[in-house]
């Protein structure tokens, strides 16, 4: 069975998981717009020890690949630490947006900076790549992005987070998407499981809960079910647990 889940709150991961019936939560370790380090929520021993399964999210300002020194470096440095943090509490694995570079700059220097992060960095538990809905200098906005990022990250345990509301909105079809993505990294290893509140190609990042949104529910139902991977909604959050029964009553 298909563990499902949602995007909580720091502050009770355990108690707003009871309240929508997830078995697995995703939440940040911080201010996701800030650049200070990661902290352990106060419950990180219960976390530890209860049998919901947990992702840690990564800050949104991290941009590894950017050739800016400024935001490059301290992105890898927060990478690390959000990294340890996220083993200490049990994570089964951090998530992390892919970046961009500048609209000037050479793709390739993005790729590049990718693999110099996992010749330095340790990684205790699997980094998960996020594919992203936007960013004309994406690194994974767009499978053909993807594939010279993996290209480049040939050799390093990379793991991949697919987001329903990302691809629909970056221009990518549903119908057959896992398997593109699978002939190019070889695994799915979390579906962030979202309607798109925007058309197909917009470019927006900007979620609805399943069914109230542009893409057909029915649709996202056969991407997780072909991902086959623990799915996680990061959808408004009244709506969160009837997403979940949604998706567990067809995926049952």
Same mark, same amino acid.
Not at 31 to 60: C, E, F, M, N
């Given at each position: #069975?298909?563990?499902?889940?949602?995007?909580?709150?720091?502050?009770?991961?355990?108690?707003?998981?009871?309240?929508?019936? %997830?078995?697995?939560?995703?939440?940040?370790?911080?201010?996701?717009?800030?650049?200070?380090?990661?902290?352990?929520?106060?419950? @990180?021993?219960?976390?530890?020890? &209860?049998?919901?399964?947990?992702?840690? !999210? /990564?800050?949104?300002?991290?941009?590894?690949?950017?050739?800016?020194?400024?935001?490059?470096?301290? &992105?890898?440095?927060? $990478? /690390?630490? !959000?990294?340890?943090? @996220? %083993?200490? $509490?049990?994570?089964?694995?951090?998530?992390?947006?892919?970046?961009?570079?500048?609209?000037?700059?050479?793709?390739?220097?993005?790729?590049?900076?990718?693999?110099?992060?996992?010749?330095? #960095?340790?990684?205790?538990?699997?980094?998960?790549?996020?594919?992203?809905?936007?960013?004309?200098?994406?690194?994974?906005?767009? $499978?053909?992005?993807?594939?010279?990022?993996?290209? /480049?990250?040939?050799?390093?345990?990379?793991?991949?987070?697919?987001?329903?509301? !990302?691809?629909?909105?970056?221009?990518?079809?549903?119908?057959d998407v896992v398997d593109r993505v699978k002939a190019i990294t070889g695994r799915i290893d979390l579906i962030h499981c979202n309607d798109s509140r925007d058309a197909f190609g917009s470019g927006a990042d900007r979620?609805?809960?399943?069914?109230?949104?542009?893409?057909?529910?029915?649709?996202?139902? /056969?991407?997780?079910?072909a991902a086959g991977a623990p799915i996680v909604v990061e959808t408004p959050g009244p709506g969160q647990a009837a997403d979940i029964a949604f998706l567990r009553e067809r995926l049952g």
């Open positions: #069975m298909v563990r499902i889940g949602a995007h909580v709150d720091q502050d009770d991961p355990l108690g707003q998981a009871a309240e929508r019936g %997830a078995e697995v939560v995703q939440f940040f370790l911080g201010d996701p717009q800030g650049w200070k380090g990661p902290v352990l929520p106060a419950t @990180a021993d219960a976390i530890r020890a &209860s049998d919901v399964d947990v992702y840690i !999210h /990564a800050p949104y300002v991290i941009n590894v690949a950017t050739a800016n020194n400024r935001i490059r470096i301290p &992105s890898r440095k927060l $990478l /690390a630490a !959000h990294l340890e943090a @996220a %083993a200490a $509490l049990g994570a089964k694995g951090l998530v992390v947006h892919g970046g961009h570079v500048g609209k000037d700059d050479d793709p390739q220097v993005g790729f590049d900076n990718w693999r110099k992060v996992f010749e330095r #960095m340790e990684c205790p538990i699997p980094v998960l790549i996020e594919n992203t809905a936007g960013g004309g200098n994406a690194m994974a906005r767009k $499978l053909d992005r993807i594939a010279r990022l993996w290209d /480049a990250l040939d050799g390093f345990d990379v793991g991949f987070c697919l987001d329903t509301c !990302h691809a629909h909105a970056g221009g990518e079809d549903l119908a979620h609805a809960n399943l069914g109230k949104g542009t893409i057909d529910p029915e649709l996202i139902v /056969a991407v997780c079910r």
